[in-house]
Nanobody, 121 residues
Framework: VQLVESGGGSVQAGGSLRLSCTAS????????MGWFRQAPGKEREGVAL????????YCADSVKGRFTISRDTAKNMVYLQMNSLKPEDTAMYYC????????????????WGQGTQVTVS
């Protein structure tokens, strides 16, 4: 599975961005798709996960109510709508995928995109 993210950028606090991730390859290995982020000097943390047929899950309390994950299974894509962005949301955002969602631990996912930078000032 190959994952390609897009949609990052620089915004002012309070602004919005929408990240997109496209998966190519065997769809069975990307039933679970989600987003992680890593700020400089910090560990990679889970943001949101989406498993086919299940309700989405949000890993970080800080994003609940502001971020929304959605899927387009026909296109094998996952999106992250980010509203009311804060400077602490600044990070490299990574798309991850695997055959099943196994929680918000980055080590549980075998497929990763190259990342897209989000900077909030």
């Amino acid at each position: 599975v190959q994952l390609v993210e897009s949609g990052g950028g620089s915004v002012q606090a309070g602004g919005s961005l929408r990240l997109s991730c496209t998966a190519s390859g065997y769809t069975s290995t990307s039933r679970c798709m989600g987003w992680f982020r890593q700020a400089p000097g910090k560990e990679r943390e889970g943001v949101a996960l989406s498993n086919v047929g299940d309700r989405p899950g949000y890993c970080a309390d800080s994003v609940k109510g502001r971020f929304t994950i959605s899927r387009d299974t026909a296109k094998n894509m996952v999106y992250l709508q980010m509203n009311s962005l804060k400077p602490e949301d600044t990070a490299m955002y990574y798309c991850a995928a695997d055959s099943d969602c196994r929680g918000c631990v980055s080590g549980a996912y075998g497929y990763w995109g190259q990342g897209t930078q989000v900077t909030v000032s």
